[in-house]
């Protein structure tokens, strides 16, 4: 099931995205010692910093102690690298922490394996991989996956007609084209995502109301975003109303 949560305004999409995390985090830790969490990059931290930081009453409720927090793509790049989604992740979010605040436990890629030639790319994805939850010998999916869409269509490091779209056995794959930079990444695939218990996509700004008109429309589009949007799990997706503009959905607020 698929639902749209739409706001005017950048903060009050913020605010509702931090409640619905919370939310999650609540139904997760009434059984669980551990919140499971995925993030991705783009304007990903500035919307976590917003509601989850910024906005006393949420900040309150946030278990950081509690959350065990993954990245659903990385580059292949030193995590101090400007292009490093845990690099972003700590900027926005883990530096702007209260210096008593806990910290979560953050699962990066094994920096000490990264290197300029891309020989050990796919021993990096095959680290990661090893390092996601498991229940005894069996892999089990994330409490929840905070995702982005970008202008194309994509979503982790999914793009649209990439061969990784078809990628049905490995769970963590690594991809060497990118047709955004940089590059070398790795990347959930398909097989680890529909183990999701929840998956919310935050999109904001008018440019993105033209992919969302093709995600969102009557006929198939294929694009990476659709193809989340049909897996067997509760998606939300939190927008602004400019990115919904034109866009065939209804929407609600949260």
């Given amino acids: 099931m698929v639902k749209t949560y739409s706001y005017s305004d950048s903060q009050d999409v913020a605010e509702a995205v931090a409640k619905y995390i919370i939310q999650i985090q609540n139904e997760t830790l009434a059984h669980s010692d551990k919140f499971k969490i995925a993030i991705s990059g783009g304007s990903l931290g500035k919307v976590l910093q917003k509601g989850l930081i910024q906005s006393p009453e949420l900040a309150k409720q946030v278990k950081w102690h509690q959350w065990e927090v993954y990245f659903s793509d990385e580059r292949l790049v ?72 970008g202008p194309d269509g994509h979503t982790c490091s999914l793009f649209p007609d990439h061969n990784l779209l078809k990628e049905n056995e490995k769970f963590i794959a690594y991809i060497a084209d990118s047709p955004k930079p940089p590059p070398r990444r790795i990347t959930f ?60 959905v209804i929407a609600s607020k949260f």
């Avoid at 101090?80 to 922490?97: E, I, K, R, T, W």
């Avoid at 097989?191 to 109301?209: M, W």
């Avoid at 694009?223 to 065939?248: K, Y």
């Fill in 78 to 149: 030193k995590l101090d690298h400007p292009d490093s989604n845990y690099g972003l992740f700590n900027q926005l979010v883990l530096q702007a922490l209260p210096s008593s605040a806990p910290r979560p436990n953050v699962v990066t890629i094994k920096e000490a394996l990264v290197n300029e030639t891309g020989s050990t790319d796919e021993e990096i994805a095959q680290d990661y991989e090893q390092r996601l939850p498991r229940d005894g010998l069996e892999l089990v999916g994330l409490d929840l996956v905070l995702l982005g869409c």
């Fill in 189 to 248: 695939t398909f097989p680890y995502l529909k183990k999701s218990k929840n998956i919310a996509f935050v999109a904001e700004g008018a440019g993105k109301a033209p992919v969302l008109k093709q995600i969102f429309g009557e006929g198939k589009s294929g694009l990476p975003c659709e193809l989340v949007n049909e897996l067997d799990v509760p998606v939300s997706w939190f927008v602004n109303d400019a990115a919904i503009d034109g866009v065939d």
